[in-house]
């Protein structure tokens, strides 16, 4: 089972709101991304999570808040987002050691209205 | 910084015929992967490519790997109208964090009848 679950599949959201994304896989991978991907863009990496551990976070404001809350889950957290946050979110996970291949789930499509 | 170039950007096939996607890399790469995403979906793990001279082959599509040359390319045999997707290579930075991908613009592939 190679599956990386995302919840939801869809939000919109008001500028002034707090919503959560949701990311589980049970792989035993213990390490967990956060990608965001515009239209017609590639992804572009927002933070990555080593054994439950912040060991990346690509400079990105601090209106998305990433927690990993065990070595299955991590959120995203969202407040105060802008419009041109809209995009789709993908979280990703592998086995810790590099070389290995990099699983993405299928996204939270996001509109920041 | 690792930069990944993909060309061409758009490729329009007809059924039958071979093409390939080239990604060529600025600097030393541990690994390249090549991902697939349809329209709307999230990225389908193709190939990951570890060392120089790497080829990977599955049903009509071949991924070779030359770290010399830093280029990697993605070969298309005998095209049919399933493989219509957008196809991303991704390097990783060398002595950086995994999942730290680094991806090309994209090319997205249409294949005629």
């Known amino acids: 089972d190679t599956e990386v679950t995302q919840t939801p599949k869809h939000l919109v959201m008001g500028m002034t709101n707090k919503k959560s994304l949701k990311c589980e896989q049970h792989?035993?991978?213990?390490?967990m991304y956060w990608y965001k991907q515009k239209a017609k863009k590639p992804p572009e990496l927002m933070f990555v999570?080593?054994?439950?551990?912040?060991?990346i976070n690509e400079s990105v404001p601090s209106r998305f808040s990433p927690e990993c809350p065990n070595s299955s889950l991590l959120n995203l957290h969202l407040h105060a987002l802008q419009p041109e946050d809209s995009a789709l979110y993908l979280c990703?996970?592998?086995?810790?050691?590099?070389?290995?291949?990099?699983?993405f789930g299928e996204g939270s499509w996001l509109t920041v209205v | 910084e690792l930069k990944v170039e993909q060309n061409p950007l758009f490729l329009s096939m007809q059924e039958g015929k071979n093409y390939t996607i080239y990604c060529n890399y600025s600097?030393?790469?541990?690994?390249l992967y090549w991902y697939r995403q349809d329209p709307g979906k999230s990225l389908e793990s193709l190939f990951v490519?570890?060392?120089?001279?790497a080829v990977k082959q599955e049903g009509r599509l071949m991924a070779s790997l030359d770290t010399k040359a830093r280029l990697s390319t993605l070969h298309i045999t005998a095209a049919v109208h399933d493989l219509s997707a957008t196809y991303f290579c991704?390097?990783?930075?060398?002595?950086?964090?995994?999942?730290?991908?680094?991806f090309g613009k994209g090319t997205k592939l249409s294949v005629k009848p």
């Open positions: 990703a996970s592998s086995i810790r050691t590099v070389g290995n291949t990099i699983y």
């Open positions: 792989m035993g991978h213990r390490a």
């Open positions: 999570y080593s054994y439950e551990k912040l060991s």
């Open positions: 600097t030393t790469s541990d690994r």
């Open positions: 490519l570890l060392s120089n001279g």
């Open positions: 991704a390097g990783e930075n060398y002595g950086g964090s995994q999942g730290n991908l680094i």
